[in-house]
């Protein structure tokens, strides 16, 4: 039998803590499986001192993340310390031009730096595995660098954040605000005190940019990522989704088009019969399409300290069974550079909602404004307002929702269009407009 | 650069051809992602002369599936062919003895000799990888078998059989008879002339074996699934079930009980809630509860030429990279022997659609039967039956549907307290039960 795999630990909190637990735990069926025997050899974490209720007699403490790295013992390092730069990028590369494989679930880290560190694995022939990183559990990762291996993909999207879908959820299912819904998820520990990274849209893209990569074969980069976010939807956005049988989800979409790879994060509507649509609460998806099959859709915990462990664990598997997959499933000097998409180029199926001032007028105002852009209608619902009269007219001064579905056209139309209809001064305040997104 | 995968394909019926093609265009990628070229050098199939749109020039045509498997030119063993015998065993068996690697789609063969088989790779070097035989495209044997290395796994069930998933479906959604939606399945191409296999569960229960393997340990064997296909059926269950918040679907459940590893195909009950309620039509879709993690869904296209042709790329393109993994996770000498697990004590929640002859006093009965064997109710429906009165009320002859949802319970119970039931002769014909799988 092979020497047993000497594994690191830079990082103690619960996903840490949970690996060791699960390393010990797991001991026996990770020797079968992978014909070799799993040990944590060193750890290291921010305070020695702190209480833990970890066993960790026989295992050295090491003085910082950089010298658990460089520990000549130590084969394998982890690193679950979390944070776009130091320590964990200086100890990640240390590791890796010592040869030793790395597994990291930090998602940040490689959306910055993953480029970098994917080349010094190649270069110093260790693997670089970070499954945990996008949807933790989900195997979404292997799937895409080695279940999808034979085939192209045209498209890869999903709901890559708990926390968006918890509110959009909570705010379909109870007609609630988009502020209320944050406050709760924020008490329940579902959200940050400082909630922008998620509510905004940026943990989505950092995760898009590493499916995009190995979907495509890009070059990771979070500022290649259209990114806008879930605070401007409305509880009536929701209910008008629903009656035309549509959920809005906040999806990262990467998808190879004629003007290139396109990589956007965004409020979309998804039919409701579509897989994605059933995804509820904090709950994560992604939907691969691949050249010429039928989507392949992945679900389960997106977080979590167990769920995340359980995909560093099978990392550090791979790694003892003598698996070295290139970290971005394509050699990085085969990685080809992208830009951010142009968004009003982009094509797709629009969700508008308007404030008409007055019904009969503005109708016909907005159909000539949108035929003069070529943009044909899938269904227009007008409803009634909160405030009608007795014969339930709308009263003088309130303006009437309409809700217009377009078929495909581009997003400049449409910003055209409703230039247009807001330079009439027939609806009142901003038009809402959504992104479709079709199964 | 190594040389390149040199593969030999038996087998050129839908899947074969697509894999040739595949492979063919997809040749830059699969060296990229592989670190060496993948090339087919050989084929074989029953007839050379069938008219085929393939391009097999410079392609050496193998006089038979044992010569291609013993063709010292070939690496990489593609058995294609089918059948849970001959000629596949012994061109596979012969491919494994000479050190090569194996992929293979044949689920039959597996269910029937895959220990044997892994045995032999096991002891001569060879990769045997068998992804497509299991939801085709779906990530399924890479996620249980390195996916979820580290996480014991507690429960693996899933919709494996796309016809009667399309059936159930049909029935569901029109309220047509089981007989009806076969014979259109039939006209369609989604159900074989000769039924059967698909609608007996015998599918299922070969592809259930396999997970089970992979999830627990066991030595597969369709002889220790317990099956009950799906023709007893009724609308009218398919409606109950909707009223009560479920779903009908096909299941195959392997699940890790006091008393051992439990295998079982049939009917079952569903929440109307979790993601394997959602899959409709012919798509497939499997559930993996990890132990103290949410669980994991994976939903796609369990056939098709191009589906299983992707996943057995995958599968060459792994054999390429030099990943052997251990065909069932373990070692063959780890896989332990299962038994089928006798019904009677199965544990869980039921369904029982009975006719009653007379509402009033056959309540009271039931609730009495029920209740000596300690059986609760978790919602009880009375039917309004086709002939009622001008009152409303129940026709003196007609029996009158009354449906009733257990708490967890034994089977035995269930059946100890129904054979009561038609012992106090209070209800007409048999009743129907239908197991329920909560998420």
Redesign the interface.
């Known amino acids: 039998m092979v020497a047993p795999l000497r594994v690191g630990i830079a990082g103690l909190g619960t996903v840490g803590a949970e690996v060791v637990r699960?390393?010990e735990e797991?001991s026996r069926?990770?020797a079968?499986?992978?014909?070799r025997g799993v040990r944590v050899v060193a750890v290291t974490a921010r305070s020695k001192a702190k209480k833990r209720s970890l066993d960790l007699r026989g295992i050295h403490w090491a003085k910082s993340p950089l010298d658990l790295a460089s520990d000549p013992n130590v084969d394998c390092f982890v690193e679950l310390m979390g944070g776009s730069g130091e320590p964990a990028l200086s100890a990640i590369e240390a590791a890796l031009k010592a040869g030793k494989s790395v597994v990291t679930a930090n998602k940040a880290l490689i959306a910055k730096h993953g480029v970098r560190l994917a080349k010094a694995a190649e270069k110093h022939g260790g693997a670089f595995n970070y499954?945990a990183a996008v949807g933790a559990?989900?195997?979404v990762i292997?799937?895409l660098?080695?279940?999808?291996?034979?085939?192209?993909v045209s498209r890869v999207y999903g709901i890559l954040n708990g926390t968006c879908n918890y509110i959009l959820t909570r705010m379909e299912q109870e007609g609630l605000s988009f502020a209320e819904c944050l406050k709760d998820a924020q008490r329940l520990g579902y959200a940050e005190a400082n909630p922008s990274f998620d509510v905004d849209g940026h943990d989505t893209a950092q995760k898009l940019a590493i499916l995009a990569s190995l979907a495509f074969g890009t070059r990771v980069a979070q500022s290649a990522v259209y990114v806008e976010g879930i605070s401007s939807i409305a509880p009536e956005d929701l209910r008008a989704a629903e009656e035309l049988g549509y959920r809005v989800k906040l999806l990262g979409v990467a998808v190879r088009t004629a003007k290139g790879i396109e990589q956007r994060v965004h409020p979309t509507m998804v039919p409701k019969?579509s897989?994605i649509a059933?995804?509820?609460g904090v709950?994560n998806a992604v939907t691969i399409d691949?050249e010429?099959?039928?989507?392949?859709?992945?679900?389960?915990?997106g977080a979590?300290g167990?769920?995340t462990?359980?995909?560093?664990?099978?990392d550090?598997?791979?790694v003892a069974?003598?698996?070295r997959?290139?970290p971005f499933?394509?050699?990085v000097e085969?990685l080809r550079d992208t830009t951010k998409a142009p968004m009003e180029r982009h094509e797709g199926g629009y969700y508008i909602r308007l404030m008409a001032r007055d019904l009969a007028g503005t109708a016909a105002t907005i159909a000539t404004r949108l035929a003069e852009q070529k943009i044909s209608l899938e269904s227009i619902v007008q409803r009634h307002p909160e405030g009608v009269d007795a014969n339930g007219a709308p009263k003088k001064a309130a303006p009437v929702p309409v809700i217009l579905i377009t078929y495909a056209t581009s997003e400049d139309a449409v910003y055209r269009a409703l230039e247009a209809v807001q330079r009439d001064k027939v609806i009142s305040g901003r038009p809402q407009v959504i992104r479709i997104e079709k199964n």
Chains 1, 2 share one sequence.
Do not use: Y
Not at 32 to 35: A, H, V
Not at 292 to 301: D, E, N
Not at 309 to 314: D, G, H
């Open positions: 699960l390393i797991q069926a990770l079968e499986r992978s014909g499954e559990a989900i195997p292997k799937t660098r080695e279940g999808l291996a034979g085939t192209g019969s897989s059933q995804v509820m709950t691949g010429g099959i039928p989507p392949i859709t992945l679900v389960g915990p979590g167990a769920a462990a359980s995909a560093v664990v099978a550090i598997a791979d069974r003598g698996i997959a290139k499933g394509r050699p085969r």
